[in-house]
């Protein structure tokens, strides 16, 4: 049985999901104070529902790491990612900046509270660090299912964004100017610190535990993995909770998705997970074309594994 939400919305600053008296999840959507973090919109905390954290924030590692944000490391030159930005493989990764875009909250088009679901629709401006707009993104954000009896609840994020400049923007990442496996930049998850060396699985046998499970994982197409698994152990409590991301259908769909998305996947030195849609090579966006991603998200309490993940997307329509 789906469980009652509480929903509270500080207008400027964020939006707060509770229930069974544990906050689960607070979008934050005020301008960061740092415009080298890349100041944008982002999920944090994201709790279990048994109060567990399951994302990182600002992590001394890499201080723009913000729970989970939508993204972009390479675009056109600019870096909507944040922090320090890759170069090539001569000059390596240098503070630039003047590279740092921003994404600015505009306004939410829809905003809808019921009694177990909640659904808003973002609208977002794309800047470049010089000010000039860039592209139009509208973002939809639905957080539901919350079931005990399943120890589970679901976000789904779709992004449709649409090049509002005069020439084409260019999408890529480390990986796609030089960088081997460091293809990131999309949808980023950041978890806690104790879920360094977390186990990492995805379907058709694919991973394993800890930082195997990653390696076998990390560039893998999405349409061989449509969705991996997470698993990390808690230091203040006794259990495990894990992560299941998942594609939506239509990413995997030639005939629909701009360009094939491939797994960004580390469970060592940190615990991160993008499904990146510039992992190996650049795409285009045409001045006045758009492009669309949707994505399933899963807090869970416990240790899932293949059988359990698989057979939560098909409960539930996936």
Known sequence: ??????????????????????????????????????????????????????????????????????????????????????????????????????????????????????????????VENGGQEWARELRTIELHSVEPEEGAWALDWSIRLTNIRDEALHFGSPTSAGREMAGYTG??????????????????????????????????????????????????????????FAHAPENLDDTVSIHASHWFVRSEPIPSVAPSWAFFEEFELLPGESFGYRYRVVVADGAWDRARAEGYLKNHGW
């Open 1 to 126: 049985m789906t469980q009652r939400i509480t929903v509270t919305h500080t207008h400027g600053d964020r939006i707060s999901v509770a229930s069974g008296g544990v906050e689960l999840m607070a979008y934050v959507y005020r301008p960061d104070p740092d415009a080298f973090e890349a100041r944008k919109p982002y999920a944090h905390p994201l709790r279990t529902l048994a109060g567990n954290p399951v994302s990182g924030y600002r992590p001394n590692d890499h201080r723009w790491h913000k729970g989970l944000q939508m993204t972009a490391s390479h675009l056109s030159g600019q870096n909507f990612w944040g922090g320090n930005s890759y170069l090539g493989p001569e000059q390596g990764y240098q503070r630039v900046e003047d590279r740092v875009g921003s994404m600015r909250h505009d306004g939410f088009e829809e905003f809808t509270a019921a009694e177990d679901r909640l659904r808003f629709v973002e609208k977002l401006t794309w």
């Open 187 to 244: 949808l980023n998850w950041r978890g806690p610190r104790d879920f360094t060396g977390g186990d990492v699985i995805g379907p058709d046998g694919r991973g394993g535990d800890g930082e195997t499970g990653a390696s076998d994982l990390m560039g893998t197409p999405a349409a061989e993995a449509p969705w991996i698994a997470f698993t990390g152990e808690h230091d203040d409590v006794d259990g495990h909770s894990t992560l299941l």
